[in-house]
Every structure is written in C-alpha cells, then in structure tokens.
C-alpha cells in the first residue's frame, strides 16, 4: 500500500501550520499594505515582530516561516520601477536579525530562517544558526535556498548565476561543511564549565574541522559551544528533479508551491521515493504547501471580505513577482495572449505551466485573474469549516503534512485564522491544544532535538574522544 493511501485512511492527526512572511512590506499577495487595517510598513519595528509572535503562539503555530531575497525583480519592464512602487519585496531587511526579538517574548513558537547559501561561507554561517539556535532555545529553522535571481548575483559581484545544477553540486558540499562543524568539532560533553578545576572545556572532546573540497578550503573549530539542536531543522524549497535530490538528502521539511493537488501529489511521491533511494524513511520528511485562507463566521461575509481586500490588492505586482520567477518580462504580451505558446523556456514551463493547470491557451488575461488578491498560492474564501474542509482536501488528496498560511492584511488575517479556522481544526484533530516541550525538531518529529540516522549529517558526529597525541597534534 502507498504511503498516499495509508494517509487517507488514517485518522486525523495534527497538521503542521508555519505562518508564512517576510522581513519586508510585501511578501506574497502584494498590495495590500494600502489597506487601512494593513501594518506590515511597520516591519522595521520590533514591536510589529513581537506582537506578531505573541499573537501566533497564541494560535498554536508551530512557527514562523521567513523568505528572504537578496537581489530585486526587475524582469517585469526590465525595471524596478514596480517593484519599487509597490513594494514587492524591496525594500527588505536581514530576516534573521529579528528572530531572537521574537524569542524573547514566546516560548514555543519556532522560526524558519531563509539563508540563500550562495553567498555565505559555510564558517561563519555555522556560527550565526548555533547563535540563532542557543538564543532561541533550539527553536530555529533554516530555509536552505541557492537563489535564482540574475540581479543577486550582480549585487554580489558575479556576472551571474552559477548553473542550476552547479549551485546544488556547491549546496552539497556548502553543507558537508557545516554539518562536520555543527556536529563534529564539539564532542558531547566537551562543555563542562568547572569553576574548580579551571575548565570550561575539554581539549579532548574539541577538534578542529578540515575540509578540502572543490568550492571550499575549511581548517578551524566550531566557534560556538553545541547549541539545543545542533544543526537547525532543515527547509528546503526546490521542486527541480536535481532539487528533490538535494532535499531528499538533506531536508526534513519541503516547502512546495504548485497549486495543483494532483500535480503536488505526484511531485510528492517522486520526493518519498527520493528520500528512500537517499537511504532514509519517507515520513522523515515532512511537506507544506502555502495556503491563503481568507475566512469570517459565515461564507457571505468571507466573500465580502475577500471582495473588499482585491479592492487594495494589486495583480501587476503580483505579474512583476512572477516575471522574475520565470524570467520572462510579461509587460511584452496583451492581455489575450496565450503564454504557453510565447515561449518554451524552464521559467514559462516552471512557473507558469503549474497555474495553467492544463489549460493550453493560457493567457495573460488568465494569469492577471488569478492573481485578483495579488499572489499566486491557492485562496480559500470561507467559513471556518469550509476553510478547513479545503486543508483536509489538500492532506487527503496531495499528501501533504501541513501549511505555510500566506498573510494578507496583517495581523488581522492571522488573528481570523486563529480565532475561527483553529477552533476548528482542533475540532476535528488536526491541530494541536497544547504544545509539547522540547526543541523545534522534537516538537515537529518527537524523536529528540538532534537529526538522526540515517540523516548524513547525522554520521558527522564524532562519538570518540581524542587520543593525547592526536589532541596535542590539534
């Protein structure tokens, strides 16, 4: 029996449920900052972070999902002009930075960070997730992404992007590197902080890392102490065929964006089968896909609040946001024009194919439609049960673990969903009514707050001390 069938015939059980934002005024349905209930132009104020944490833990979330770019779209009339007018996106500030802000005001609530490795050196961003993870209390998360704008990478000196299966080949060994530091170079029980004796730590459980690869040359000791989880729970959001296999090796949560349930079901299973031919179990990854839920008490009301919310929502942000995804400049067709047949490269078929939905005379028009509340994941306009009804179709159909809940007006559409859509999702056993204790990992796999075998990151932690000539060598 498959692992698709097993989950529609078992009962309920809790579904993961990230809130999903950015460090920035617009994130996924772009307008909507002109709301007058809107307060996401405050995004670079601590409070705005910390009433947001507080509100969804009030709610039960299990975290707060960060994206983060670190070029602009400018695809869409091979400008930023829109980008800039409508805030997609730009300006945005460094999403870990406000993390430990957030922490401070909650207990439970985890946080995934996204941190396109593309442009980090594996040393130093080792240290910033164990800083991350001990301030926290191992209740950080990281969105492992290796960027696909052009513009980043001028940004960053480069004429462009490495290929697409090169970045994966330098993400493979960016992070050998950081496991060998996370869980290799402090042994358990190297920290003993004994006052008497004059140790903090043990020479012979702390051994430096050395690694020579083909994109990095590594000699030195994790900087920081092991924090609560060691390495952080691993995102991962790539949908390629070389992406399933990077995040069958490494991922424990896949974040997927396509729209289609039967499309996702498959891209589902060739995930499990991945982790399998990975060595590892299929249920040792857990999948999400984004979800904008606009809900009220009764399903009139829903409409007319999502009626009143694409007065303020713009689709021509939403239609730049897409440009840069598939690098195709969308100012250059009329509104009848069938976008399928304009062009066959991996952008159109990527990006746009999966809204077609089959429909081979897709055409702009179409898009622009689609895009009424200014982002591209599924909208769910309702009451409460019908809202909840459409999730259960989402986990019965697609086989999917849970959701990154895509923010519209904030923080009232967070606030809706936990005052009416969570009462109702407990109702029936799909969210939780109390958290568990313990680290973000433990929380999500109960299984303890390190990764486990047969996770390879696993297999980089040293379980023998050093002997008196090797630690005296190091």
């Not at 005024?25 to 132009?41: E, F, K, M, Q, Y």
């Not at 696909?148 to 080949?169: E, I, N, P």
Request: charged share 20%; glycine share 8%; hydrophobic share 40%.
């Amino acid at each position: 029996m498959s692992l698709h069938a097993q989950r529609r015939g078992a009962p309920s059980q809790p579904l993961i449920l990230n809130a999903f934002s950015m460090n920035s005024v617009g994130h996924i349905n772009h307008g909507l900052w002109t709301h007058p209930r809107d307060t996401s132009a405050q995004y670079n104020t601590l409070a705005y972070w910390q009433d947001l944490a507080r509100e969804l833990e009030r709610g039960l979330f299990d975290g707060l999902f960060l994206a983060d770019i670190v070029g602009v779209y400018d695809t869409y009339q091979q400008s930023a002009e829109v980008t800039l007018r409508e805030s997609i996106q730009l300006p945005i500030n460094d999403p870990t930075l406000v993390v430990p802000a957030m922490a401070a005001v909650t207990q439970h609530l985890g946080f995934g960070v996204t941190v396109n490795l593309s442009y980090e050196q594996p040393y130093l961003l080792a240290r910033r997730f164990s800083t991350l993870d001990h301030l926290t209390q191992g209740r950080i998360g990281w969105n492992v992404v290796t960027g696909y704008l052009d513009s980043a990478a001028r940004a960053m000196g480069q004429v462009q992007q490495l290929a697409h299966d090169a970045r994966y080949d330098r993400a493979d060994e960016f992070m050998e590197v950081v496991y060998k530091l996370w869980e290799g170079s402090w042994q358990e029980g190297a920290v003993v902080r004994d006052r008497q004796a004059r140790v903090f730590a043990r020479p012979d459980l702390v051994r430096p890392v050395r690694h020579h690869g083909q994109y990095f040359q590594v000699e030195g000791y994790h900087l920081s102490e092991p924090s609560v989880q060691r390495t952080p729970i691993l995102f991962q959001a790539g949908s390629s065929g070389r992406g399933l296999r990077f995040a069958a090796r490494h991922a424990e949560c896949v974040f997927m964006s396509v729209q289609d349930k039967a499309a996702t079901a498959a891209l589902v299973r060739e995930l499990r089968q991945e982790v399998v031919r990975a060595g590892r179990r299929p249920e040792d990854v857990k999948v999400l896909v984004g979800l904008t839920p606009v809900v009220a008490a009764t399903e009139r009301q829903a409409q007319e609040k999502y009626q009143e919310y694409c007065r303020y929502a713009s689709a021509e942000a939403g239609l730049a946001h897409i440009a840069a995804t598939a690098g195709v400049d969308f100012a250059q067709f009329q509104r009848d024009t069938p976008l399928l047949a304009q062009h066959k490269s991996n952008g159109i078929e990527n990006s746009i194919k999966r809204l077609a939905n089959g429909r081979e005379n897709y055409t702009l028009g179409d898009l622009l439609d689609e895009l009424a509340l200014g982002g591209r994941y599924e909208t769910v306009v309702g009451s409460p049960a019908q809202i909840v009804d459409a999730m259960q179709s989402w986990v019965d159909e697609a086989g999917v673990d849970g959701f990154n809940i895509a923010r519209t007006v904030v923080p009232e559409s967070y606030t809706d969903f936990i005052d009416l859509v969570v009462p109702e999702l407990q109702n029936r056993g799909l969210h939780k009514t109390a958290y568990a204790q313990g680290s973000l990992r433990h929380k999500l796999f109960g299984q303890g707050d390190y990764l486990q075998r047969p996770h390879v990151a696993a297999r980089c932690r040293c379980s023998q001390p050093l002997s008196a000539e090797a630690a005296a060598a190091a």
